[in-house]
């Protein structure tokens, strides 16, 4: 099993950053595939990037590429999620997750973090 735990949400003016964090413990964490997904209010859980285990591979939605860069760490058992150029639409609860298969689609993710609000004022 693993943990999944978010940090470094907040409230940003649109055009700034923000840089989440998710500190994973429990099984090996290389071992994994890494997604960050987000959740805005009344609407559907969607995905935002994934990485493959070692890092090599990316997938970002339409929405944030090149605004967004999903990397990891797997010494620090941690993947990140830099946000720039944020806009109010992107304001949501924002969730990493773990996978077994590299898939973009949340029902193949079975370790969730708890979330953390981004909220980004125009």
């Known amino acids: 099993q693993v943990q999944l735990v978010e940090s470094g949400g907040g409230l940003v003016q649109a055009g700034g950053s923000l840089r989440l964090s998710c500190a994973a413990s429990?099984?090996?964490?290389?071992?994994?595939?890494m997604g960050w997904f987000r959740q805005a209010p009344g609407k559907e859980r969607e995905p935002v990037a994934t990485i493959s285990r070692t890092g090599g591979s990316t997938y970002y939605v339409d929405s944030v590429k090149g605004r967004f860069t999903i990397s990891r760490d797997n010494t620090k058992n941690t993947a990140y999620l830099q946000m720039n150029s944020l806009k109010p639409e992107d304001t949501a609860v924002y969730y990493c997750?773990?996978?077994?298969?590299?898939?973009?689609?949340?029902?193949?993710?079975?370790?969730w973090g708890q979330g953390t609000q981004v909220t980004v004022s125009s």
């Open positions: 429990g099984r090996t964490f290389s071992g994994y595939y």
């Open positions: 997750a773990a996978s077994l298969v590299q898939c973009s689609g949340y029902w193949c993710y079975d370790y």
